[in-house]
């Protein structure tokens, strides 16, 4: 086993010293050379702001970005491990063709930056897809109604329907391809006797998936799965690209707008942070908790 | 010779890995209610027979009959076979993720289509009969290595199959778990009824309970006989040599 000092050694506080250095050099810098204006203070209200006409506090530009941040990573990360699984299973099969075809999918998903995925899904498939299924009109009806908080709750400004429906759609079909890995890598380290114990009681191939196989596959792979979902919310800030009005976009909005670069940005991080920090911190205690039979 | 009452009909067996031929000319026929002992050295395709019988493994040529439905690679009566042939393994392979009972009830449940408290009631009859009852909500886990193996064969029993296959049932245990497994397949042996094949070096339990002796080596049945002849007076030098190596302690 390691031995991690406990104590703090004087080389640590030189390191110290020399990273306050650097970052007062920094600061220097951008407070100084670049003559930047410091307006702190502007941030809280894009952050929730104060309705007059409602009497009440409402979410302004950044914590509206927050919420469909959430919001567009939920549902990505629920469509993605559907598709995760499907794809690892396709993985594993014995058909030759489902296992091309799956390896193909993956391979091209794996192999071309984000970027491209999502401008190329949008604009061939999307625009396709939207128009085929009527989605744009559907959702300007629902987003017309008197009654649709319950819509607006789940999928935010209605209006921005599709746009939400693009966006999820194409991070899950990109993170679809590393899922599907990680259910892969799950169900290949299943035993050889599980799959014959269940073979041998006259179970169905789907049955001995099923029941046997996955359950215990991805009861291994809840780690890599955790860092996966955490993955999604990062990449989500892709998805702005293609006008999803969630937490990246709206900086950028208000960036444009107020000219308050490094604040704006500076809490975005923050938020991403605070966000996947406190899943990651949840999921180490959830698996801690939840200490598997050996 | 093939009768009503025959079960397990191989003729003219063989099985290749590659180069390596694992089974060579295979004959054998067991009947109903039969309980045959397979033993010799490792490697000599003991277990490879013995999962052929369920088709785990695929043999390459000559016929096998078992229960009345011919075994080749692919066939579609494969999963009809296996419902009626119980297979015990050497590392017990039982579900991790699921309780004893679960395990149990499963195959039952999914396979023969039981309603669960049927599936459940029959359960609890067979833990009892492998005495622990008490386990039943436990985990694998948190059994002893004899206490699985017997988990594994009322897993085997509860689908009411009309063979079961040992494939060294006892090999994987410590010493001293070894005998409450063998209680339980002696006290199964005698109940009679049921088609029993059995892999296993326990020479005292073989005694006890086989009508059959088959002593294998290099991947060909040297010798098949009854016990008594088989231990006292055995006809071949490779066959005598195995029993005292083994008979010795």
């Known amino acids: 086993m390691r031995i991690y000092n406990k104590k703090i050694h004087w080389l640590d506080i030189v390191l110290l010293l020399a990273l306050a250095a650097a970052f007062a050099f920094i600061w220097y810098r951008i407070d100084g050379a670049l003559n930047y204006k410091w307006r702190w203070e502007i941030i809280p209200n894009y952050i929730v702001r104060w309705n007059p006409d409602k009497q009440a506090w409402v979410a302004n530009l950044l914590l509206q970005g927050v919420i469909t941040t959430i919001r567009v990573s939920i549902y990505a990360s629920i469509l993605a491990l559907i598709l995760g699984v499907i794809l690892g299973i396709a993985r594993c099969s014995k058909n030759l063709a489902i296992r091309m075809l799956a390896r193909t999918y993956l391979e091209v998903l794996r192999n071309i930056p984000p970027v491209v995925v999502i401008f190329i899904f949008y604009f061939f498939l999307s625009e396709q897809l939207v128009t085929a299924f009527n989605i744009e009109d559907w959702a300007r009806a629902i987003a017309r109604q008197e009654d649709n908080q319950a819509w607006e709750f789940f999928f935010g400004d209605m209006r921005r329907f599709p746009q939400l429906v693009s966006g999820v759609v194409v991070l899950a079909l990109f993170e679809s391809a590393f899922v599907g890995e990680i259910v892969r890598a799950g169900i290949q380290s299943i ?15 789907i049955d001995q998936m099923r029941f046997i196989v996955l359950p215990q596959a991805l009861k291994k792979v809840v780690p890599p799965m955790a ?9 989500s800030s892709i998805i702005s690209l293609i006008s999803v009005q969630e937490l990246t976009f709206k900086t950028v909005e208000l960036v444009a707008s107020t ?10 991080a923050l938020f991403y942070f605070a966000i996947c920090f406190t899943l990651s911190m949840l999921f180490r205690k959830l698996e801690n908790n939840n200490v598997p039979h050996p | 010779m093939s009768t009503d009452t025959t079960m397990i009909e191989a003729t003219n067996l063989d099985k290749y890995y590659g180069k390596f031929q694992a089974l060579k000319n295979i004959n054998l026929s067991v009947d ?22 369920n088709g785990l493994e695929n043999h390459n040529a000559g016929k096998l009959v078992v229960d009345g439905i011919e075994v080749f690679e692919g066939s579609k009566d494969i999963r009809r076979l296996r419902q009626e042939v119980g297979m015990v393994f050497q590392q017990f392979n039982l579900f991790p993720h699921l309780s004893v009972l679960e395990n149990l009830t499963i195959g039952p ?20 009969r492998v005495h622990i009852p008490e386990q039943a909500d436990k985990f694998p886990s948190q059994l002893s290595g004899g206490q699985q193996q017997r988990v594994a064969i009322a897993r085997s ?3 009411e199959t009309r063979i079961m296959l040992f494939d060294e049932p006892t090999s994987a245990l410590d010493p001293e778990m070894i005998n409450e497994v063998l209680e339980v397949m002696v006290d199964l042996a005698e109940s009679g009824g049921m088609t029993m094949v059995c892999v296993t070096h326990e020479m005292g339990f073989a005694r006890r309970v086989a009508d059959t002796m088959v002593f294998m080596d290099e991947g060909e049945i040297i010798e098949s006989s009854p016990p008594e002849h088989f231990f006292t007076n055995p006809e071949t030098e490779r066959c005598q040599a195995f029993l005292k190596q083994i008979l010795v302690h």
């Not at chain 1, 035993?191 to 191939?205: C, L, P």
């Open chain 1, 191 to 205: 035993g050889k006797g599980q799959h014959e114990a269940a073979q041998s009681i006259g179970m169905t191939k």
């Open chain 1, 227 to 235: 860092n996966q979902f955490i993955a999604i919310i990062k990449d």
């Open chain 2, 157 to 159: 029993l509860c689908m």
């Open chain 1, 259 to 268: 000219r308050a670069i490094f604040e704006a940005w500076i809490t975005t």
């Open chain 2, 109 to 128: 449940i999914r396979v023969r289509k039981k309603s669960k408290t049927e599936a459940e009631a029959n359960a609890r009859k067979y833990l009892e």
């Open chain 2, 32 to 53: 109903q209610g039969e309980r045959v002992v397979i033993c010799g050295p490792s490697g000599s395709g003991k277990s490879t027979l013995i999962r052929c019988i």
